[in-house]
């Protein structure tokens, strides 16, 4: 699997713009989908290069990956949250306002429940998106919405999440929501 998403990925970078429809369905029908396998950890570095040369081409084609990724998201399985959690992070790159106004409350439902994890992990990883320019761009442009979906878990998550680290980290972000102006979060 490695070595055809490495050719796909060649391929890609030679494609023409616009991309056409069937490499648009390629990407939504084949790639997208090759989020669910258990062993998806095996491909992950080549699936997510492929999938960053088609938003290259297209940024438009976000949204429906930011929604695969979130309806493919794995529930018992830390290290592939990782996986997702970085695969997310790089997409916010090539993301606009208007694209993440439309499932902005769905990432941050999910954020939600990564950063109530028992795993501290992937609660660090989400904790750690707000030190990347793009999605602290995006957060400030819908900063009402994911506050009010966020706070209550980042309040929770600094007074009694088990690992330190990720207490910190959550009072930190926290201290970021005050800064912001939003006074729904209480401290």
Not at 77 to 92: A, D, H, K
Request: with cysteine.
């Amino acid at each position: 699997m490695c070595d055809l998403l490495e050719v796909l990925g060649a391929i890609m970078s030679g494609l023409n713009e616009p991309l056409k429809e069937e490499y648009r369905l390629f990407l939504t029908s084949v790639l997208i989908p090759l989020h669910k396998p258990k062993r998806m950890g095996m491909y992950n570095e080549q699936l997510t290069s492929c999938i960053t040369k088609f938003l290259n081409k297209d940024r438009e084609l976000a949204e429906p990956v930011i929604r695969g990724l979130l309806r493919y998201w794995p529930e018992k399985s830390c290290q592939r949250e990782l996986f997702f959690l970085q695969e997310v992070e790089e997409i916010l790159m090539f993301t606009q306002h208007v694209e993440f106004s439309r499932w902005v409350q769905q990432l941050a439902r999910r954020l939600q429940k990564c950063l109530s994890s028992s795993s501290y992990l992937v609660a660090v990883r989400a904790l750690m998106l707000w030190e990347n320019q793009s999605f602290v761009r995006l957060f400030s442009e819908s900063k009402r919405e994911i506050v009010r979906i966020l706070s209550p878990v980042v309040d929770q998550t600094a007074n009694c999440h088990w690992h330190v680290a990720v207490k910190n980290l959550s009072m930190n972000l926290r201290n970021i929501f005050v800064v912001l102006g939003d006074e729904d979060l209480r401290i």
